[in-house]
Antibody, heavy 118, light 110 residues
Framework: EVQLVESGGGLVQPGGSLRLSCAAS????????MAWVRQAPGKGLEWVGR??????????EYAASVKGRFTISRDDSKNSLFLQMNSLKIEDTAVYYC??????????WGQGTLVTVS | EIVLTQSPGTLSLSPGERATLSCRAS???????LAWYQQKPGQAPRLLVY???SRATGIPDRFSGSGSGTDFTLTITRLEPEDFAVYYC???????????FGQGTKLEIK
């Protein structure tokens, strides 16, 4: 069974930092591209960014709204994905989901973790 | 950047009816990069359809996707009570690269 479990959400002041984690099981984590997607309260889905696998040099890509403030990383030895969020803004308030990216689709999702910037 | 526009915003139907949800791209897109998701309140999105028309694992055959170019459709035949949810289309733009989502269609019980 595939499980993606996010953690690390919480309340943070504007300008602050937070690090989210996503623990994966049931998938060949090191082979996969992984992504973060967020959803502001009552709003739609917004792709945050992704990290490729080792074979693709762990290349990262980001949405324009977070580029330069957020950093995605991974630890394949621990099947874990991370999202370091700096210079947080009120508009970053959202549920953050990690997801596996597989051939242009996001096929497995975690349950999400809520980040509140206030 | 390609924009996906979903219509209608809200669709009110009864169980047993047929639902037709639309996703229109601002420019022609590759069908392989078009997917649909279902999201219920308090839950994560669930992949329904990828490559515009291929059902994801475990998805009932009452869900089907179609379309090409700029116009894509998700059809749900014979609505079941558990199908009432919000549906999103998604496109992967390989040139940027990035994922974009439509704004969603809420399918509600009439």
């Amino acid at each position: 069974e595939v499980q993606l479990v996010e953690s690390g959400g919480g309340l943070v002041q504007p300008g602050g930092s937070l690090r989210l984690s996503c623990a994966a099981s049931g998938i060949p984590f090191s082979d996969n591209y992984m992504a973060w997607v967020r959803q502001a309260p009552g709003k739609g889905l917004e792709w945050v960014g992704r990290i490729k696998n080792k074979g693709n040099s762990y290349t990262t890509e980001y949405a324009a709204s977070v580029k330069g403030r957020f950093t995605i990383s991974r630890d394949d030895s621990k099947n874990s994905l991370f999202l370091q969020m700096n210079s947080l803004k009120i508009e970053d308030t959202a549920v953050y989901y990690c997801a596996r990216e597989f051939y242009y689709k996001l096929d497995y999702w975690g349950q999400g973790t809520l980040v509140t910037v206030s | 950047e390609i924009v996906l526009t979903q219509s209608p915003g809200t669709l009110s139907l009864s169980p047993g009816e047929r639902a037709t949800l639309s996703c229109r791209a601002s420019q022609s897109v590759t069908s392989s990069y078009l997917a649909w998701y279902q999201q219920k309140p308090g839950q994560a999105p669930r992949l329904l359809v990828y490559g515009a028309s291929s059902r994801a694992t475990g998805i009932p055959d009452r869900f089907s996707g179609s379309g090409s170019g700029t116009d894509f459709t998700l059809t749900i035949t014979r609505l079941e009570p558990e199908d009432f949810a919000v549906y999103y289309c998604q496109h992967y733009d390989s040139s940027l690269p990035m994922y974009t989502f439509g704004q969603g269609t809420k399918l509600e019980i009439k």
